[in-house]
Nanobody, 123 residues
Framework: QVQLVESGGGLVQAGGSLRLSCAAS????????MGWFRQAPGKERDFVAV????????SVADSVKGRFTISRHPDNNTVYLHMNDLKREDTAVYYC????????????????WGQGTQVTVSS
């Protein structure tokens, strides 16, 4: 089992920045890729970004490319989502997820999920 805990969400004005963190614990000795998804009210959960176990490879959704980046702490157990130039449409609950697949963008390929952290962008 892998436990994931997100932090760093909050209220920010449009154009501002936030950094989300996801700390993994438990059975983290495997080559686990970690990703971020988000779910806005009344909408489906969408892929945001994913990073490989080593941190050497990553993928970011087109909708946030150029504004969001994903990185991984050298201990491999903490992943960050750096969000810049935030827009109102970025308002959502952001979820961290872990998988043994390589850089999947489909939520069905993720085995473990955090509880989510709310990001609200005001105009």
């Amino acid at each position: 089992q892998v436990q994931l805990v997100e932090s760093g969400g909050g209220l920010v004005q449009a154009g501002g920045s936030l950094r989300l963190s996801c700390a993994a614990s438990g059975r983290t000795d495997g080559r686990i890729a970690m990703g971020w998804f988000r779910q806005a009210p009344g909408k489906e959960r969408d892929f945001v970004a994913v990073i490989s176990w080593s941190g050497g490879s990553a993928s970011v959704a087109d909708s946030v490319k150029g504004r969001f980046t994903i990185s991984r702490h050298p201990d491999n157990n903490t992943v960050y989502l750096h969000m810049n130039d935030l827009k109102r449409e970025d308002t959502a609950v952001y979820y961290c997820a872990a998988t043994t697949w390589r850089l999947p963008t489909n939520e069905k390929q993720y085995d473990y999920w955090g509880q989510g952290t709310q990001v609200t962008v005001s105009s």
